[in-house]
C-alpha cells in the first residue's frame, strides 16, 4: 500500500509537512493559551428540525448579519470554513496551478504557504523589516505574483501594518494582483480595519473569522470581504454545502445585538488582562516582549525558551514555542486566557526561574 500512494501521491506534496496547528503538536493539558482561543465559552441553542436536509450553501441570516456587521453589501462577502477555507479558494480561484505564485511576507501565518504548496502554486517571500513593519518596497519589486496576503494584526507579532504601506501595495498592484488583508484579529485593532475600504480598491480582500475574538473556534466560521465579481469567483470553486446547519444557526445567533455586546465587553477584558500580563512578563529577568499587542497574545524572547516550554507543558500549561520562525529565536507566544489561567502562567514562570537560578 505503501508503495502505491508513494507511486499516486501529487509530486508536489511529497516534501509537503503538515501545518503544525496547536491541536496536533499539544493534547490534553490544563490551560490552553496556545492557539489564540477566546477563553470565553458562550452558550447557544441549536434547533435540529432540519438537520435530515442539506444546509444552504450561503446561509441568509449569517450572510445578512455578518454584512451588517462589517457594514458591507451581502454581495461583498462570502461565509466560509473558517478563514482558513477562505485563503485556500482565494489561491485556488486565482493561482493556476504549476504556474503562478503568491507572496508572503515572514514571520507570519503559516496556513498562506500550506495551502499554496497543496495547490502547486508557487511562494515568494519578503521578509518582514527588522521592527515587523512591511518592507513595501521589497513587496512591489515582485511583480510576478497573483496573490499577497498581509496578516494585520500580524499573528505571531501582534503587530500592525500602516495604513499608507497597505495603500502602496494597493495602489502598485491595482492592476496585478489581489491584496489580501488577514483580519482575523481586527477586534482587538478595530480602528485599523480595512473592511470600510473595499468599496474603494477592486483588488482588496479582507479575511474575517469567529474563531477569536468571536470565542467560536470549534464553530469553523470565517468570511472573505472583498467587491462583488471576487466574491463571485469564489462562489465557483467552493463546496455546494461548506457551511453545517448547526453552524449556520450558531453563527446567525454569535451576530445578534446581544452577542455583539458581549463581544465588546469579552474583547475590552482581554485587552485588560492583556496589558497586565505583558507587564508581569516584562518585569521577569531575561524575557524581552516582542513585536506589538495588537491581538490576543503575547509574543517574548528568552534565552531559555525550550527549557521552558518543556516544564510548563509537564505542569499542563500549554503555550506556543516560536522559535523556528524568521527572526524570532527563542520566542515564545502565549494566548490570553482568564486572570486565574494568566496568573497560574506567572506562577509557573517564576518556579521555573527559581529553579534555574537555584541551579
Known amino acids: 500500500m505503501s508503495a502505491l500512494i508513494d507511486n499516486l501521491i501529487n509530486d508536489n ?32 441553542s441549536v434547533d435540529s428540525s432540519n438537520f435530515n436536509r442539506y444546509p444552504s450553501c450561503q446561509p441568509e441570516a449569517v450572510v445578512s448579519g455578518y454584512a451588517d456587521y462589517a457594514g458591507l453589501d451581502k454581495s461583498q462577502l462570502i ?117 470600510n475600504e473595499i468599496k474603494t480598491y477592486p483588488n482588496l480582500v479582507v479575511l474575517r473569522t469567529l474563531s477569536k475574538a468571536f470565542a467560536l473556534a470549534g464553530l469553523r466560521c470565517g468570511f472573505t470581504l472583498a467587491q462583488a465579481p ?40 482581554l485587552n485588560r488582562e492583556k496589558e497586565v500580563l505583558a507587564e508581569a512578563l516584562e518585569a521577569v529577568e531575561g524575557f524581552e516582549l516582542v513585536g506589538d499587542r495588537r491581538a490576543n497574545f503575547i509574543l517574548f524572547r528568552y ?4 527549557a521552558l516550554m518543556q516544564y510548563l507543558v509537564s505542569q499542563g500549561m500549554l503555550i506556543r514555542d516560536q522559535s523556528k520562525q524568521l527572526n524570532l529565536q527563542n520566542c515564545l507566544r502565549v494566548s490570553i486566557g482568564t486572570e486565574e489561567q494568566n496568573q497560574r502562567l506567572m506562577q509557573l514562570i517564576n518556579e521555573f526561574k527559581n529553579s534555574e537560578d537555584a541551579a
Open 13 to 44: 506534496l511529497v516534501p509537503l509537512k503538515p501545518y503544525e496547528s496547536a491541536r496536533r503538536l499539544f493534547s490534553g493539558g490544563q490551560d490552553w493559551l496556545n492557539a489564540n482561543e477566546s477563553p470565553y465559552a458562550n452558550e447557544y
Open 303 to 306: 534565552a531559555k525558551a525550550s
Open 79 to 195: 461565509v466560509t470554513r473558517g478563514a482558513d477555507e477562505g485563503i485556500e479558494l482565494l489561491i485556488r480561484t486565482f493561482c493556476t496551478p504549476g504556474k503562478d505564485k503568491i507572496l508572503i511576507c515572514p514571520p507570519t501565518y503559516g496556513m498562506y504557504a500550506i495551502s499554496a504548496e497543496t495547490c502547486d502554486v508557487g511562494i515568494k517571500k519578503v521578509p518582514l523589516n527588522d521592527d515587523f513593519s512591511l518592507n513595501v518596497n521589497a513587496v512591489c519589486a515582485e511583480e510576478d505574483v497573483n496573490v499577497i496576503f498581509i496578516c494585520a494584526p500580524n499573528n505571531p507579532t501582534g503587530t500592525p501594518v500602516a495604513r499608507e504601506d497597505i495603500k502602496t501595495v494597493l495602489n502598485h498592484f491595482a492592476d496585478k494582483a489581489l491584496v489580501v488583508v488577514d483580519e482575523a484579529y481586527i477586534e482587538f485593532d478595530a480602528d485599523n480595519t480595512w473592511a
Open 230 to 269: 471576487v466574491i463571485q469567483a469564489l462562489l465557483k470553486v467552493i463546496a455546494p454545502y461548506p457551511i453545517p446547519e448547526p453552524v449556520a444557526q450558531i453563527a446567525a445567533q454569535a451576530l445578534s445585538a446581544e452577542s455583539l455586546t458581549l463581544l465588546e465587553l469579552q474583547v475590552a477584558t
